[in-house]
């Protein structure tokens, strides 16, 4: 937690509820643990459960997925490593490597 929050404190909210989860997280394809989250805030589409980002995947025929996880907005060299990633796996023989952007908070 203190490498992505830059607090190990509970007085942090998210890390409090990282750490209320116990010693260990576990998932899976057989997991229905998890309910959609919304915000109201015009953009809760974009917000998807595990088993709905593993349908769209599947739905894009993507024979790749290269994912990215980040707190704080894009910049341009983010941009520019996301598309040097894509370059290299079509390289690599891949014909639909796709982006998972991740982002927290």
């Known amino acids: ?5 830059g607090t190990s404190s509970v007085k942090h909210p998210k890390v409090d509820r990282i750490m209320k989860q116990g010693d260990f997280l576990i998932s899976g394809e057989s997991m229905d643990f998890v309910r ?5 805030d015009g ?12 349908e769209q995947i599947k739905a894009k025929n993507a024979d790749a997925v290269y994912a990215f996880q980040v707190r704080n907005p894009l910049h341009n060299g983010h941009v520019l490593l996301l598309k040097d990633t894509r370059e290299q796996l079509l390289k690599l023989g891949y014909k639909n490597p796709i982006l998972l952007l991740h982002p927290l908070g």
């Not at 937690?1 to 929050?5: A, D, K, P, Q």
Request: proline share 5%; aromatic share 14%; glycine share 0%.
């Open 36 to 40: 959609e989250v919304a915000f109201n």
């Open 43 to 54: 953009i809760d589409s974009y917000r998807m459960t595990p088993q709905q980002v593993s």
């Open 1 to 5: 937690s203190t490498r992505t929050f």
